[in-house]
């Protein structure tokens, strides 16, 4: 899958990167003539991910893990 780092703010690595497979399904989807992909983090936490390109948005399905919840009020 793809990996992400931000050292700077106290993010050494992110376990499960999913985010990423949005810009990445739809090359992938592409070169590989499949609309549904599968993708591991190898990482000490680890996570897969379930990717289905649906037209023009980018499904995600797996396994989370709730760190926080809040509320944006604008």
């Given at each position: ?6 050292p ?10 999913g985010?990423?497979?949005t810009?990445?399904?739809p090359y ?8 549904e ?17 649906d ?20």
């Open positions: 899958m793809s990996r992400f780092f931000a700077t703010t106290g993010i050494n690595e992110d376990p499960a990167t985010s990423s497979p810009i990445l399904l992938w989807a592409d070169r590989l003539s499949s609309n992909l599968v993708g591991r983090q190898i990482s000490a936490r680890g996570g897969t991910m379930y990717c289905k390109l037209s023009d948005r980018a499904k995600i399905a797996g396994y989370a893990v709730e760190i926080m919840t809040g509320e944006i009020t604008i």
